[in-house]
């Protein structure tokens, strides 16, 4: 007890340890009526820690060579203690990491926490998005299975329909007019350090943005319900008489943080086949094509979308349409009202392009 | 006027043979040979073996005509030309030869067998069990009383069927746990090796009739798959106690959600 005091007190006259506990954690007030889903981002930086401890243990034995990939994941999941365990981990993190990505989104939209003075949170949380898309996507070929294979022959195939370019682009994509070992290495570079790097920062940036913005107050519960910002100058939101980060609305994160380990344990321990179906056990093979090969779910919909259209060029263009759309909201959607029972259209529209989604993601599915 | 009705009319045939030949294109399946194209469109005994071989095993397996009748089966012209290598059917002891040419170890076990050794005097040849065009995979079910029945009593086939009855049932569920084990990302190649080594052993068996002996290779083959069974269970064992544990982690993770969130409620 002695030394810790010592330790405590050597630390604060040179960092101010008091000082700093006091303004980042028990005198950093959150709103009094916060809820549930403000918790989700704190779940999402627990489940991309997890995403980078399983990936820096799964390098270990990962071999990324075209000859090799398959066996040496196939060591994993069998020979190495404990592999098994791991990629599972790494597999189920990943597409949960997208599922409550998309929830934390879906939270920030309906409470409309995304309009100012917060456009550069939500621009910055869209491009995380964005990153997340593509560190899956170049994840998914790494095993070298045939369902790998095949999905990012499809994926990569699509940018082909891009006029004028889009012969150049796929070749770019794969290193090659086909999906071959050269795709592989740029995966797995793209996979475990360009785009890990990207997310930190665009993270360390959101983060940044959250401390110096302040974080929003719910518009549930409240008389006034509308935006309180003032295009004059800058203002730091604070919330005098609000619950204290710590320890109150740390606990509350925490637990949700044990809600999330609940589901993704159900996942990985009882099904974990349903992120890496019986395709996904065979070894790629360039001259066999399975039958029914689709992408991952979040893809689905794209997917779908792209047969819809006669042509797969206004395709991508509708998607790039929505995708900019969704990007540029905050600064489209101005208006003063963040509940979002007092905001018919946006409902409209919001749960009309849910159930859209998730129609196109069935539809997909079921093709 | 006339010529140019004439240059229209021969305008509009060709496109109505191109649209014809271009909508029928679909119909004829891809990768039909011209035996199956032309015999397809015969009658009698020209189309009868069509139909059993699109529902053998040889068909399944991408076995066509040609590979057991020879012949060229992109050249209708000369498709049944001996030139082209055309072999036709072949006469009664010519059979075990001809389908030996692939089946190379069955047929040696088929000669040393009593069928083989009454080739010509009576005894049946390949295609009296296995029929000529629709060949199926083989399995136990073709030892049956109706069968045997055609060229002697059902007696002893049935002691050879009994012998054999449970080796083919552990065979079939080994294979099965296998596949399961496998699309659940088990690597099962070297047990896949092994059991498809006690599969050959025993269908050697499926050609021998001196029953003592198909008593002690049934043994001896029941004594290996009984080692795979072993490792099998080892692993579906292992897999038990990982999902004990995955509910013990589940439990855990849900009492922890709800302290913290006991222990929560009492700082509101």
Known sequence: MFLFRKIHNWLNVRLGVDDLVEKQLTGYL??????????????????????????????????????????????IMNTVPYGWLIRLCHVVGSNMMVLVLILHMLSVLFMGSYKRPRELNWLSGFVIFTLVMAISLTGYLLPWSQLSFWATTVATNSAGAIPFVGSYLVEFLRGGALVGPYTLGRFFALHVAVIPIGIVAIIGLHLFLLERIGVSTPPFGLSDTKNPWKDDRFRHEDHPGGI???????????????????????????????????????????????????????FLSNYQTLKIFPNEFIGLMVQGAGMTFLALLP????????????????????????????????????? | MNIFRKIAFSRLTGVAITFLLVS?????????????????????????PVKP???????????????????????????????????GAPEELAIPGFCGRCHIG???????????????????????????????????????EKNCSRCHSYDRARIIRSAMEQTETTLVTLSQRLEQLKERGVDTAELEKRLFAQRNSYHSLFHEVNTARITDESAKIAAELNLIKGRLDKIDAEHHQRKVIGAFAVGGALLAALLLNLLRRTYC
């Open chain 1, 30 to 75: 959150l709103p009094a009526n916060i809820n549930r889903w403000y918790s989700l981002g704190s779940v999402l930086l627990f489940i991309f820690t997890l995403q980078v401890i399983s990936g820096v243990l799964l390098l270990v034995y990962y071999v990324p060579d075209a000859d090799k990939a398959f066996t040496s994941v196939n060591a």
């Open chain 2, 24 to 48: 029928v294109a679909p119909v004829m399946a891809e990768g039909d040979t011209v035996c199956i194209q032309c015999h397809g469109s015969q009658t009698g005994r020209g189309l009868a």
């Open chain 2, 53 to 87: 071989w699109q529902t053998s095993i040889h068909a399944v397996n991408g076995i066509s005509c040609n590979h057991c009748h020879g012949g060229d089966p992109t050249d209708s012209a000369n498709a049944m030309s001996p030139q082209r290598g055309f072999l």
């Open chain 1, 331 to 367: 600064f489209i959607d101005r208006g003063p009202e963040r509940h979002p029972l007092k905001r018919p259209l946006f409902m409209v529209c919001a749960v009309g392009g849910i159930l859209l989604w998730i129609g196109l993601m069935i539809w997909g599915h079921y093709s």
């Open chain 1, 244 to 298: 204290p980060f710590f320890p109150n609305y740390l606990l509350s994160d925490m637990t949700s943080v044990a809600i999330y380990l609940v589901f993704f344990l159900l996942i990985l321990f009882f099904a974990s086949n349903i992120f890496l179906p019986k395709d996904a056990f065979i070894p790629a093979n360039p001259f066999q094509t399975p039958a029914h090969i689709k992408p991952e779910w979040y």
């Open chain 2, 106 to 144: 069955i047929k040696a076990d088929y000669l040393h067998s009593a069928h083989g050794r009454a080739l010509g005097k009576g005894g049946p040849t390949c295609v009296t069990c296995h029929g000529s065009h629709a060949v199926q995979k083989v399995s136990i079910e073709l030892i049956n």
